[in-house]
């Protein structure tokens, strides 16, 4: 299967979660074996031969492609949580969404000072969820390599949430 085949695999439905919101349902990505396959191939690959100590996984689907990915080019993985799921200490970050507020927390020992991550995502929107995590990981002294995400939707400008950093994204939505 082709990375441009993949757009065909993922199911959009107009108005979700409110009216004038074209939601992108990757569950339908993931049930079906082939394209789940060259999805996670095609995000491994462009990290190999890279110096990166961990993949960093934004809860919830980020877990699924950072663990993946972190096994298959042996690293570590990092959890990045909401609020009170992490035990042990924890640093937390705050950002802004279009109806409020929300957080995201790492644990203080997630990563050594200097370890070379990439934060990984299943979807890069507004660029929010991503901009609190690499700002966790910068308190912790880590160098952020990059983002990875399956799915972009470029028209939200989430890349500049990321401040210029390193982006990749498998499938964009222009």
Known sequence: MLVGDLKKVIREIPDFP?????????????ADPAAFKT????????????????FVGIEARG????????????????LIRKPGKLPGNTLSESYDLEYGTNQVEIHEDAVEPGHRVVIVDDLLATGGTAGAAGKLLNR???RVEGFAFLVELAFLN???ALGGRNVFSLITYE
């Open 158 to 160: 989430g890349r500049e």
């Open 63 to 78: 877990f699924i492609l950072a663990s993946i990915m972190a096994h298959t080019l042996e690293t570590s993985l990092v």
């Open 140 to 142: 912790l002294d880590a």
């Open 39 to 54: 999805a996670v191939n095609k995000m491994v690959e462009r990290y190999r031969g890279e110096k990166i100590d961990a």
């Open 18 to 30: 409110k009216p004038g919101i074209n939601f992108y349902d990757i569950t339908t990505l993931f």
